[in-house]
């Protein structure tokens, strides 16, 4: 989620900024000043899918807990602007050959220096295909990243990053690419000390990091919680305000907002539905309430043969109309969110909601049933089949929405359409990385790093690691590399935007609508702050 130039990347859009208001948390930092920054303060999470890896953690109950016991070249502030970190600087004169030169004096939390290898050796760790990284895609643009990462590849360096000291390495991309810096404060791009490679599935639990945080000793009880300290080696922008971060884990998000409610958990960074009509007065002057770079989407997988071909692609544009997203936002969410208008979020910078194609974005029953109606005259939808929507249960308001999105399909297509439950977020996770999906699944992004094309290229770029229903079409793929070899990043989003209008036609997902955090804090913090991801600045909070 992730220069040493200033961003322009966020900016939140005023239509959006009007519907929410913002409390507490929403000002720009800085805010905590006086309380105990002894006490360890405790915040809810959800297991982390994988080993604490940077390159293999691509969710957000591993991602919050990565993004405090590592740092990269850059982190952002509250407002998604840039902050130096371990970078002294990041320099480029074509947008293709980047210097970048590290901190003197720098350490992992055991005392090992941080030097330009630890960089370029776990960037190369991180692409290279034998070692199956889940974030392996985030190196696609450097140069001889095809060759490490083809699927027979033994080689695991990429010939464009080498290193000049010991302070010093360089990158050489494929292409020229406007945005590369913005990434560089991103999960898979933080450097790992040489003693991870020895065994990185047994370093995955018990992690060296150089963030503001460590890992407690035994701190990871899985199911449980993950118990962070304040790491005294840590010199950055970001220094830990308080004695500690546990996360506690939950199944139910219900849970956790009583836990709150009666001060057993200090932040809750999402409101079940149930307590959406009631948290601002139950919390007064202790809640938040505003958008973030996130959506919700529905993933329809491409290898799912009744979605394939013209009358695949009609059944994809029959549901997306079928969709009465309104309905559900203030009947589930009290309001609290908006309908999305095509694939990203408003609060970026080159945001369009009127790109064309979008009509399929809106409700239209009697157009929906005649398209599902032309698909059918093509090739029959199989007799008795459900369409399932397959959803992890534990997180806020999963379970409601999807039931009232299924009625609706149901209703207005005339075929039978439910809900497949799984128990948590990482048993779905699990069953939509291998494939094993039999109907569509509920998807949702939270930006890595402020830019169009973080929504666009990891999620639908053929073979990119988060794309979950195996999309591929070439003339999107084509679009995306035009508008990485833009000049600037203002060209890039027009030719970003243009790439949308495929996706509209195509549909690999539907999108639902666009995310707002509406957070809150129990009597035992001072004010809480959440950044532009909607992610709690958890090392800004004291106790009181």
């Given at each position: 989620?992730?220069?040493?130039?200033?961003?322009?990347a966020?900016?939140?859009a005023a239509?959006?900024?009007?519907?929410?208001?913002a409390?507490?948390g929403?000002?720009?930092?800085?805010g905590?000043?006086?309380?105990?920054?002894?006490?360890?303060i405790?915040?809810?999470s959800?297991?982390?899918?994988?080993?604490l890896?940077?390159?293999?953690?691509?969710e957000?109950?591993?991602g919050?807990?990565?993004?405090?016991?590592?740092?990269?070249?850059?982190?952002?502030d509250?407002?998604?602007?840039?902050q130096?970190?371990?970078?002294?600087?990041?320099?480029?004169?074509?947008?293709?050959?980047?210097?970048?030169k590290l901190?003197?004096?720098?350490?992992?939390s055991d005392?090992?220096p941080?030097t330009?290898q630890?960089?370029?050796?776990?960037?190369?760790?991180?692409?290279?295909?034998?070692?199956?990284?889940?974030?392996?895609?985030?190196?696609?643009?450097?140069?001889?990243?095809?060759?490490?990462s083809?699927?027979?590849?033994t080689?695991d360096?990429?010939?464009?990053?080498?290193v000049?000291?010991?302070?010093?390495?360089?990158?050489?991309?494929?292409?020229?690419e406007?945005?590369?810096p913005?990434?560089?404060?991103?999960?898979?791009?933080?450097?790992?000390?040489?003693s991870?490679?020895?065994d990185?599935?047994a370093?995955?639990?018990d992690?060296?990091?150089?963030?503001?945080?460590?890992?407690?000793t035994?701190?990871?009880?899985?199911?449980?919680?993950v118990?962070?300290?304040?790491?005294?080696?840590?010199?950055?922008?970001?220094?830990?305000?308080?004695g500690?971060?546990?996360?506690?884990?939950y199944?139910?998000?219900?849970?956790?907002y009583?836990?709150?409610?009666?001060?057993?958990?200090?932040?809750?960074d999402?409101?079940?539905?149930?307590?959406?009509?009631n948290?601002?007065t139950?919390?007064?002057?202790?809640f938040?309430?505003?958008?973030?770079?996130?959506?919700?989407?529905?993933?329809?997988?491409?290898?799912?043969?009744?979605?394939?071909?013209e009358a695949?692609q009609?059944r994809?544009?029959?549901i997306s109309?079928?969709?009465d997203?309104?309905?559900?936002?203030?009947?589930?969410f009290?309001?609290?969110?908006?309908?999305a208008a095509?694939f990203?979020?408003?609060?970026?910078?080159?945001?369009d909601?009127?790109?064309?194609?979008?009509?399929?974005?809106k409700f239209?029953?009697?157009?929906?049933?005649?398209?599902?109606?032309?698909?059918?005259?093509?090739?029959?939808?199989?007799?008795?089949?459900?369409?399932t929507?397959?959803?992890?249960?534990?997180?806020?308001?999963?379970?409601?929405?999807?039931t009232?999105?299924?009625?609706?399909?149901?209703?207005?297509?005339?075929?039978?359409?439910?809900?497949?439950?799984?128990?948590?977020?990482k048993?779905?996770?699990?069953?939509?990385n291998?494939?094993?999906?039999t109907?569509?699944?509920r998807?949702?992004?939270?930006?890595d790093?402020?830019s169009?094309?973080n929504?666009?290229?990891?999620?639908?770029?053929t073979g990119?690691?988060?794309?979950?229903?195996?999309?591929?079409?070439?003339?999107f793929?084509?679009?995306?590399?035009?508008?990485l070899?833009?000049?600037?990043v203002?060209?890039?989003?027009?030719?970003?935007?243009?790439?949308?209008?495929i996706?509209?036609?195509?549909l690999?997902?539907?999108?639902?609508w666009?995310?707002?955090v509406?957070?809150?804090?129990?009597?035992?913090v001072?004010?809480?702050?959440?950044?532009?991801?909607g992610v709690p600045?958890?090392?800004?909070?004291?106790?009181?």
């Open positions: 989620m992730r220069f040493s130039r200033t961003s322009k966020l900016g939140v239509v959006l900024a009007m519907a929410l208001t409390c507490g929403s000002g720009d930092g800085g905590n000043a006086g309380g105990d920054t002894s006490k360890v405790s915040a809810n959800t297991e982390p899918q994988n080993g890896l940077p390159a293999n953690t691509n957000v109950g591993g919050r807990v990565m993004d405090l016991i590592f740092t990269g070249l850059v982190s952002y509250v407002k998604g602007a840039i130096n970190e371990l970078a002294e600087s990041i320099k480029t004169e074509d947008s293709q050959n980047y210097t970048i901190k003197s004096g720098e350490t992992f005392g090992s941080i330009a630890n960089f370029v050796d776990a960037w190369n760790f991180g692409a290279a295909a034998k070692n199956t990284q889940l974030n392996s895609y985030f190196f696609e643009s450097i140069k001889g990243y095809d060759k490490v083809a699927a027979d590849s080689l360096k990429m010939e464009g990053l080498k000049v000291d010991d302070q010093t390495f360089t990158v050489e991309l494929a292409a020229p406007s945005d590369f913005l990434r560089l404060g991103y999960t898979a791009f933080y450097p790992l000390p040489e991870a490679y020895k990185p599935a370093f995955g639990q992690p060296i990091g150089n963030g503001p945080y460590k890992l407690d035994g701190g990871w009880q899985h199911n449980v919680a118990k962070l300290v304040v790491n005294d080696k840590y010199n950055g922008p970001r220094k830990a305000k308080n500690g971060v546990t996360f506690k884990l199944n139910s998000t219900d849970a956790a009583t836990d709150v409610q009666s001060d057993n958990l200090d932040v809750l999402q409101v079940p539905p149930s307590g959406l009509q948290f601002k139950d919390f007064k002057d202790r938040v309430n505003q958008p973030y770079a996130g959506n919700a989407t529905m993933t329809i997988p491409s290898y799912l043969p009744e979605f394939k071909g695949g009609m994809r544009q029959a109309m079928a969709i997203r309104q309905q559900i936002i203030d009947k589930i009290y309001g609290n969110k908006k309908v095509e990203t979020s408003p609060v970026l910078d080159g945001y909601a009127n790109l064309p194609g979008s009509d399929v974005l239209d029953a009697a157009k929906a049933k005649a398209m599902w109606e032309k698909a059918d005259a093509i090739s029959p939808w199989p007799a008795g089949k459900v369409f929507i397959t959803s992890n249960i534990d997180g806020a308001g999963n379970k409601e929405y999807i009232a999105m299924a009625n609706q399909i149901a209703t207005n297509l005339g075929i039978k359409a439910e809900l497949n439950p799984i128990a948590t977020f048993e779905m996770r699990d069953l939509v291998k494939k094993k999906l109907g569509a699944s998807a949702g992004w939270q930006a790093y402020p169009l094309y929504f666009l290229g990891p999620l639908y770029g990119a690691g988060s794309n979950d229903g195996d999309y591929s079409n070439p003339a793929d084509a679009k995306l590399k035009e508008g070899s833009a000049k600037t203002e060209a890039g989003n027009k030719i970003f935007n243009d790439s949308q209008e996706l509209l036609k195509d690999p997902v539907v999108p639902l666009y995310q707002a509406q957070g809150v804090w129990s009597n035992n001072n004010t809480v702050q959440f950044g532009w991801n600045l958890y090392y800004d909070i004291t106790a009181k």
